[in-house]
């Protein structure tokens, strides 16, 4: 459980550091206002668009790989967001990190559900959910942190390395779970 909260809260940290340097975009790439406004779109769009892709490949691939997997690539999204040198370039970099974070999350939902049966399972969710608002609250000061201190691509860079040893982690301490050999259709709710 510890392990899918912290991947989550990295993945809220992510979101929340790109709201938080609008005024090191618009000073480094030369953002307008409306180009900013097209950061949370642009990820917001192409993550629901993947996210129903992404359940179906979490219920016929082993959920773990997709965990770790998610993580390696939002790791070279981020860092691909700090090496930007324009709009056009962050803005496909964070097209790029809504397509890696809809891998995890279907996949992490359904681990957690297939972990924990009906007396537990509401709490476990409850519990991961509950690391999106710590990576909202994290992510928020330290963008704006490192923006003001440092540096936003150097910020972006460490939130980079901080993924890919934290994919090595999972790599060797999420449970294996197994890939379904033949999906069972869900109840509607």
Same mark, same amino acid.
């Given at each position: 459980?510890?392990?899918?909260?912290?991947?989550?809260?990295?993945?809220?940290?992510? !979101?929340?550091?790109?709201?938080?340097? +609008?005024? %090191?975009?618009?000073?480094?790439?030369? +953002?307008?206002?409306?180009?900013? @406004?097209?950061? @949370?779109?642009?990820? =917001? /769009?192409?993550?629901?668009?993947?996210?129903?892709? %992404? &359940?179906?490949?979490?219920?016929?691939?082993?959920?773990? !790989?997709?965990?770790?997997? $998610?993580? #390696?690539? /939002?790791? %070279?999204?981020?860092?691909?967001?700090?090496?930007?040198?324009?709009?056009? *370039? +962050?803005?496909?970099?964070?097209?790029?990190?809504?397509?890696?974070?809809?891998?995890?999350?279907?996949?992490?939902?359904?681990?957690?559900?297939?972990?924990?049966? &009906?007396?537990? !399972?509401?709490?476990?969710? &409850?519990?991961? *959910?509950? =690391? *999106?608002?710590?990576?909202? #609250?994290?992510? @928020?000061?330290?963008?704006? /942190?490192?923006?003001?201190?440092? $540096? /936003?691509?150097? @910020? +972006?860079?460490? %939130? =980079?390395?901080?993924? #890919? #040893?934290? $994919?090595?982690?999972? $790599? !060797?301490?999420?449970?294996?779970?197994?890939?379904?050999?033949?999906?069972?259709? &869900?109840?509607?709710?």
């Amino acid at each position: 459980m510890l392990l899918l909260w912290i991947a989550l809260g990295l993945n809220y940290v992510d !979101r929340q550091m790109a709201y938080s340097i +609008f005024p %090191a975009l618009k000073a480094d790439l030369r +953002f307008t206002d409306a180009q900013l @406004g097209l950061i @949370g779109s642009v990820f =917001a /769009w192409v993550y629901s668009i993947c996210m129903p892709i %992404a &359940g179906r490949l979490s219920d016929i691939l082993r959920r773990d !790989r997709m965990i770790v997997a $998610s993580m #390696v690539l /939002w790791s %070279a999204a981020i860092l691909g967001c700090s090496f930007s040198q324009s709009v056009l *370039q +962050f803005l496909i970099w964070r097209a790029v990190m809504g397509v890696t974070e809809a891998l995890y999350y279907p996949a992490a939902v359904g681990m957690l559900a297939e972990a924990h049966s &009906g007396g537990t !399972r509401s709490k476990a969710l &409850g519990m991961h *959910q509950s =690391a *999106q608002l710590a990576g909202i #609250v994290a992510g @928020g000061w330290y963008g704006g /942190w490192m923006a003001d201190h440092v $540096s /936003w691509r150097i @910020g +972006f860079g460490a %939130a =980079a390395i901080a993924g #890919v #040893v934290y $994919s090595a982690i999972l $790599s !060797r301490q999420l449970p294996a779970s197994q890939s379904q050999k033949a999906p069972q259709a &869900g109840n509607p709710i």
